[in-house]
């Protein structure tokens, strides 16, 4: 053999086995898509483990199973964009007087900062307490948020102490 032939063919099974790794790399990233809760507090049944704290032990599994119910959801976007991301959201929102909590798969920009979930508003007549945006799997649990409403509720009872000490 020449030494062109056995260049072309040097580089031919190198770049076989570039364009192999790149499809088996882009298969893999297809398969991976971010999971994360679905659920809300306002579902019957749901109110024992989907409240501001997450209580995964107390999810009716014979019940999710019965009725074919997925929680865990896989956060894969249909439009493929360059633009997009996945996150998992928490929200806690008062509607009509009642605290609701849910946990979704939701899209941003790639280029929206994580907290600009506190910035934007919900719908006409919810109050937003709380909105959380994160990036790993099933992260929309959030056990941060008890210590945010914990400090919350001790205002109101910091306020009295000034009063009880008389």
Known sequence: MTAVPMKALIAGVFLLANAWHISAG????????????HCSSDTIGAEDFCDVTFQEDN?????????????????????????????CRKTVEENNGKIITKRFCYYTNK?????LCNVTSPEKNV?????EDCLTDRCNSAPGLVAIMTAILMIP???LIPQLSI
């Not at 893999?28 to 994360?36: E, I, M, N, P």
Request: net charge neutral.
């Open 157 to 159: 009872i910091l306020g």
């Open 127 to 131: 109050r937003r307490i709380f909105c």
């Open 26 to 37: 882009h298969e893999q990233q297809q398969q991976r898509h971010l999971q994360c809760w």
């Open 59 to 87: 999810i009716p599994t014979e019940l999710i199973k019965e009725r074919n119910i997925n929680l865990l959801r896989s956060c894969n976007s249909t439009i493929n964009s360059d633009h997009e991301r996945p996150v």
């Open 111 to 115: 280029s929206d900062p994580v907290e």
